[in-house]
């Protein structure tokens, strides 16, 4: 634990850093991020557009901070819902940037 004392204007300050908060975050992140690449592989069987946009909603909202990492192409109106025109792939750069 790295802890950090100042004042300013008469007031003490004291910043306290843990040491295993960053894993912590990295492990949680992570978590939600497979939880969202599961729910979307799971989703490439269903037949309606209506019910996959709805799915991939839910799945989103509850990825919370792993969402901005996933880049999901959904098929347009009438269009068959296959591996070509349901796509969705993980910006490997952007989440090494917030792990570190």
């Known amino acids: 634990m790295e802890v950090k004392s ?11 850093k843990s040491d295993g908060r960053p894993l912590k975050e990295m492990a949680m992140r992570r978590r939600q991020l497979v939880k969202l690449l599961r729910a979307l592989r799971q989703m490439r069987q269903e037949k309606s557009r209506g ?38 792939s993980v910006e490997g750069e952007k989440l090494q940037d917030a792990e570190l």
Do not use: C, D, M
């Open 6 to 16: 100042f004042s300013h204007s008469g007031e003490l300050y004291v910043v306290a």
């Open 51 to 88: 019910r996959l946009l709805l799915r991939v909603g839910a799945a989103r909202s509850a990825a919370k901070s792993a969402q901005g990492f996933v880049i999901i192409k959904l098929p347009k109106a009438g269009e068959e819902i296959s591996r070509h025109t349901f796509r969705f």
